[in-house]
């Protein structure tokens, strides 16, 4: 047990499906001046409830409103932040939907910025046949990853 942790930070992500269901969309960021590929999502504030927050977040990064779908993972091992040694991660992730029409941009290229400036987004779809572990840079994303590569062919989990 790591006696230096003293602080839950919980996240919450949504796993979004494109109107196929066979590509989910990633985000590539700056966070901290280093550049991250995730999945879309943040974190909870207090007073909030898990599936307000992933929709929250949703607008706030996307301006799009989407429909959770299910819930499909929340971390099982004990995950230390990578910003704050204290904080213990737990993550939350839901499969969703778009509510209505896409509102938001997304590139073929990755980390499709005009400036390299912290908090720095772009959004991409990823056929889920052509996922990448080693493409993630966090540990739960990661996980969320095999996840789903293993699930691909098996089910279409992400399907509307």
Not at 32 to 51: A, C, D, M, N, V
Not at 61 to 82: G, K, M, P, V
Not at 90 to 111: L, N, V
Request: hydrophobic share 35%.
């Amino acid at each position: 047990m790591n006696t230096e942790i003293n602080r839950f930070n919980v996240r919450v992500y949504f796993l979004l499906a494109d109107d196929s269901g066979k590509s989910v969309l990633v985000a590539d960021e700056i966070i901290r001046g280093k550049p991250f590929t995730k999945f879309p999502g943040g974190g909870l504030e207090f007073g909030e409830g898990t599936i307000d927050c992933v929709k929250r977040e949703a607008m706030e990064e996307l301006n799009q409103e989407i429909e959770i779908t299910s819930h499909f993972y929340t971390t099982d091992f004990f995950l230390e932040s990578a910003f704050k040694k204290s904080d213990q991660i737990i993550s939350i992730y839901y499969t969703a939907r778009i509510s209505g029409e896409q509102k938001f941009k997304t590139s073929d290229k990755k980390f499709d910025f005009i400036q390299t400036v912290n908090n720095e987004e772009s959004f991409r779809w990823i056929k889920l046949s052509d996922l990448k572990v080693e493409e993630f840079a966090f540990a739960a994303d990661k996980k969320v990853c095999e996840m789903l590569i293993e699930n691909n062919g098996t089910q279409n989990f992400l399907k509307q």
